[in-house]
């Protein structure tokens, strides 16, 4: 997989002000320099992300936050004891040195310690902080696999480190420390519910004015193929209904009972919040690469521990609708 070489390799790339595409323990980010605004601007460009849109610094360990965000309040040390290295995100006041590129010309800045071996083995070797977004195009659902990152991006990636599967699968969850109360901007793998338990009070959710996240625009994390998400018995009818019309369709569902039907196609997800996160983001693009006519997904139960997926999922289906009659 990735031996020593290759983490000297892509910490020279950087240097260099050149984009690596790295695992983490969410998805894989696409790495850039985060002090070099030039490789900052050669990221935006590689995927597709609007300007105002800012990024994630990434960071070997927690002490370097002071390099990047300043008047850091106590709950953030307390979340990045309990958290840190892992698929926490941290919203601070940010530094005067850091640039407009990396914060979307905000007063704040995303900081996070990833937990992935190979991320680490990098973030270690450069030194310094490094602006990743999840490595998908804009608004396309999050690469999981370096394989994902190369089909995406091909040669606009100037090295790709290959760690095997994303662990967790979904991104990170993004706390506001910088305003008055803390917010959940995004919700994670790390439940609202632990995130609480260590702050003492409960997450506001985002404010009207809070930082933009576009991650939390409504429509993101979407395949091309129109998405509808619904419960069970839905699935099957509808699939019925759009097979008689001669449609394609592919479904994410649970059960295992896959019926057997011409222009079916059928992924069985697992029954459990981790695991069906793991392979959320793969079994989209699989799906998404049948060419279907639509996805149908079956809603996962609406309680705490799937608040991430409910949420990506959300996003995925928005803006989609039945397709029409032939
Ligand atoms: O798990 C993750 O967080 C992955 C891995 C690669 O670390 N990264 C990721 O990056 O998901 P991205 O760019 O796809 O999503 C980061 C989110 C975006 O919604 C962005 O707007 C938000 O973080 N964000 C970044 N800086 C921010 C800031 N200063 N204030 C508010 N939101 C911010
Ligand atoms: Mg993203």
């Not at 091309?224 to 839905?234: H, R, S, W």
Request: proline content about 7%; glycine content about 10%.
């Amino acid at each position: 997989m990735v031996n020593d070489r290759d983490i000297d390799h892509a910490a020279g790339v950087l240097r260099a002000g050149g984009l690596v595409a790295f695992p983490t323990e969410t998805v894989y980010g696409l790495g850039a320099d985060a002090s070099n605004p030039l490789a900052v601007r050669k990221l935006f460009e590689a995927k597709g992300r609007p300007a105002t849109h800012p990024v994630i610094v990434h960071l070997a360990d927690g002490v370097q936050i002071a390099n990047w965000a300043r008047e850091i309040p106590a709950s953030a040390q307390r979340l990045a004891k309990k958290f840190w290295p892992g698929p926490l995100t941290l919203v601070l006041r940010r530094a005067s040195n850091v640039s407009n590129l990396v914060t979307g010309g905000q007063e704040t800045v995303a900081v996070r310690v990833p937990s992935n071996p190979v991320a680490q083995q990098l973030l270690a070797r450069f030194g310094g902080g490094v602006a990743a977004p999840s490595a998908n195009r804009h608004g396309r659902v999050s690469a999981t696999t370096a394989e994902h990152v190369r089909r995406e991006f091909g040669t606009a990636v100037d090295c790709v480190l290959d760690g095997g599967e994303a662990q967790v699968g979904i991104e990170s969850a993004i706390v506001d420390l910088s305003g008055i109360s803390p917010a959940l901007l995004r919700p994670g793998s790390i439940t609202a519910a632990e995130i609480e338990a260590v702050l003492g009070v409960s997450l506001a959710a985002p404010a009207g004015d809070a930082p933009r996240a576009p991650g939390t625009l409504a429509a993101h994390y979407a395949p091309q193929t129109p998405l509808m998400l619904m419960e069970g018995d839905l699935v099957l009818e509808l699939a019925a209904s759009l097979l008689r019309q001669g449609k394609r369709v592919a479904v994410l569902a649970f059960s295992a009972q896959r019926p057997v039907l011409q222009g079916l196609d059928w992924i069985a997800a697992p029954h459990d919040a981790a695991g069906y996160a793991h392979g959320l983001y793969a079994s989209l693009r699989r799906l998404d690469e049948l060419g279907c006519d639509a996805i149908l997904v079956e809603r996962p139960p609406q309680t705490p521990a799937w608040a991430a997926i409910n949420d990506r999922l959300a996003r995925a289906a928005k803006g989609s609708s039945v397709p029409d009659e032939p």
